[in-house]
């Protein structure tokens, strides 16, 4: 409510809603402090006659003075819309951060191939990456077009040839697979290397 009733009012002010830096707001609800160059001087020379009619604020950036116009009820509404502002961008860091976003990001392509690479990991450790695997398949893997895995194995295995289109029934058929692999310890620190090569010779793939 208060996001809305914030942009109402930038909108009567002919405010911008993209414009919520401090130079853009000072912008916004004031006017610079200037300063002129007087010859007989020769100096610069700010003017005075603003002293002590407006509230003023520095800019750290590079110093420059504003002299503030707008009405404290103005300023109040900045200061909802950005109040506002700010909680979406925690809400947005949380989820961007939390469950299988923490560990792979956001998968933003629309075809990609997941290449799994699990070294000399414990039984453990090696559960623990397919329960991973498994929540990034599920949670967001299934919201995009294609996809592949290759595990980088003592040798080379693919879930299957090519990138497979992305129904339900196709993202269970892979965590499935990825939950019959048996731990083994990789054999040479080429085989990533030769696994991520397989994954990026189609030109489908675009992550």
């Known amino acids: 409510q208060s996001l809305v009733s914030s942009s109402k009012w930038l909108q009567r002010y002919g405010l911008k809603r993209n414009k919520l830096s401090l130079s853009q707001i000072l912008e916004q609800i004031g006017f610079q402090h200037r300063k002129d160059y007087v010859t007989t001087l020769g100096k610069p020379v700010a003017s005075r006659y603003a ?98 895995l290759i595990w980088a194995a003592q040798d080379l295995m693919k879930w299957q040839q090519k990138p497979t289109p992305v129904p339900e029934h196709t993202v269970k058929a892979a965590v499935m697979w990825l939950w019959k692999l048996d731990h083994m310890t990789a054999v040479s620190h080429t085989n990533p290397a030769e696994a991520l090569l397989e994954a990026m010779g189609d030109e489908a793939v675009s992550s």
């Not at 191939?113 to 398949?137: E, H, K, N, Y």
Request: charged share 20%; glycine share 6%.
């Open 51 to 148: 002293d002590g009619l407006f509230p003023q604020c520095k800019r750290a950036q590079d110093g420059s003075l504003y002299n503030l116009t707008a009405k404290k009820e103005l300023i109040l509404h900045f200061v909802d819309y950005l109040m506002g502002a700010i909680e979406l961008y925690k809400q947005r860091m949380e989820w961007l951060t939390s469950e299988n976003r923490q560990i792979f990001g956001v998968i933003q392509e629309r075809c990609v191939v997941i290449v799994l690479d699990f070294g000399t990991a414990a039984p453990t450790a090696f559960d623990l990456c397919r329960d991973a695997l498994s929540m990034v398949l599920v949670e967001q893997v299934i919201q995009i077009a294609r996809f592949n």
